[in-house]
């Protein structure tokens, strides 16, 4: 069975788009630990992040530091975290969060955002790739 990842590649459910190439897709995670919380994900389905071939693997992490850096101007914070966990969607991600503080990267304390929050947050990253 696809992934919820693999839905929002196929078009089949919705997401707050940043940037995409042929390979790799980032949106807007909308359970975010903070404003600006992205994900970075390969369009192809792959379980774990040390199961993609080095080179897909190298291009996750460029894609991944340019959607960052991007971040970084679009949402005011100390720094931008990164983490892969992978034990919520079977599909690798990057998480990018913007860091005020440690708890940020906790995945224990969320933030809520409306609709138009999301989508002028979308727009205002991809526009500063």
Do not use: W
């Amino acid at each position: 069975m696809a992934s919820i990842f693999t839905k929002i590649v196929n078009g089949e459910i919705p997401c707050y788009k940043i940037a995409e190439d042929d390979k790799f897709l980032a949106f807007l995670d909308v359970n975010p630990n903070a404003k600006g919380h992205t994900l970075c994900i390969p369009k192809e389905e792959i379980n774990k992040i040390f199961d993609m071939n080095e080179d897909d693997y190298l291009e996750l992490m460029k894609f991944s530091r340019k959607v960052a850096k991007a971040l970084e101007k679009s949402v005011e914070c100390k720094r931008v975290g990164v983490a892969v966990v992978g034990l919520e969607v079977p599909h690798v991600h990057v998480h990018l969060i913007p860091l005020q503080e440690m708890d940020d990267m906790r995945f224990q304390r969320k933030v809520s955002l409306e609709k138009e929050e999301f989508e002028s947050l979308a727009k205002t990253i991809s526009y500063n790739l």
